[in-house]
C-alpha cells in the first residue's frame, strides 16, 4: 500500500466566532453573526469542535448544531446548553449553517472556536491478512494530540463513531509512531490543543484479500 500522508493545523480558539453574545425570547434560532461568519454562515480553516458559552445555567436548553465537515457532509448534532461553562460538541464542524434552540435563552450565549477537534476519517484497507498498519505522527511547532482508530463503519455516514485512541499515540507533543496489528477501519487525528501543525503517515501491509 502506498503511504497515506495527511496534514492537520488548527488556529486559536476565539470566543464569538461563529455567533457573538445573544439571548433569545423563545425557541429559536440564534443570529450566526461571529467574526467568521457571512452571509449566515460560518466557516472555519478546518473542521474542529464547536463551543457554547455562558456564565448563565443554560443546561435545560438544548441546542442543535448544524453545518457542514471538510468533506461536505451534512453534520447535526444536540447538546445541552453550559452552565457557566463551555460545552463542547463531539462532531468536528467545518462549517455551521443554523444553531437552533429549543427554549428561551435568557443570558448570553456565545458559540466559538476552541482550538480542539478531530480530523476526517482516513480509511484503511480492512481485506488484508496480517493487517499492520504502521503510524508515523510528525510535529511542527507546539500542539498536543492523540491518533484515533475505530472499529465503526466509516463510509454509513459522518458519525459519530466510536474512537479510541492508539497505544502509544495518547496526548503526544513530539515525533512518534506505532503499530497497530488488530484490524480497525479508520484513523484521525485528534487536535488536543496548540496551533502546530500534525503530519500522519500510514503505511499498511498485509496480503491483499477479497
Partial sequence: MRPVIFTRQLVAGVVGAIAAAQ??????????????ASGGVATMAAQQFVGL???GNLSAVNFTITGTDDQGRAISQTIAGPNANTVLTTLSYRTVTQIAVSAAVGTNVTADTVGSGASQELPVDVYVTNFNVSLFAEVTGVVNYTIQFTGDDVFSGPGPFNWLPVTGLLAQVANQNAQQTQIV????????????SVKLIMIQGGIGGT
Avoid at 477501519?185 to 502546530?196: D, E, H, M
Wanted: no cysteine; net charge positive; glycine share 18%.
Fill in 23 to 36: 439571548t433569545t425570547a423563545g425557541a429559536g434560532n440564534l443570529v450566526i453573526n461571529g467574526t467568521l
Fill in 53 to 55: 458559552t455562558s456564565v
Fill in 185 to 196: 477501519k479508520a484513523f484521525r487525528i485528534l487536535t488536543n490543543s496548540g496551533q502546530g
